[in-house]
């Protein structure tokens, strides 16, 4: 939902490319983000045929409240292990995503 509302319009088909994930994975999380409220799907004027996402007021409030709790955390981790450390532990998770 976070890369929806910072790319408003982006299509199903640009999110499963981003994510690395299929469209038998995407579809039902639009699904039911588009079910609670949270998004909602625009057609495009370019090609009827398609649709872009985007986030709603209520998903904006959800996504705003995300990043709040993102950089408490982040802000946590760094007085525990400090900025280098925290790179480092960055620089592992990302790594260990790029093997998954």
Do not use: C, W
Request: proline share 3%; charged share 30%.
């Amino acid at each position: 939902m976070v890369l929806i509302h910072h790319n408003p319009g982006i299509t199903p088909r640009v999110l499963t490319q981003v994510t690395r994930r299929d469209k038998s994975t995407i579809t039902p999380i639009v699904s039911e983000l588009e079910h609670k409220g949270l998004i909602m799907r625009m057609r495009s004027n370019a090609d009827r045929r398609s649709f872009g996402l985007s986030t709603t007021a209520k998903g904006a409030e959800v996504v705003d409240e995300l990043d709040r709790i993102i950089r408490y955390h982040e802000k946590r981790i760094e007085e525990l292990i400090g900025a280098e450390g925290r790179q480092e532990l960055l620089k592992q998770v990302k790594l260990l995503a790029a093997r998954l």
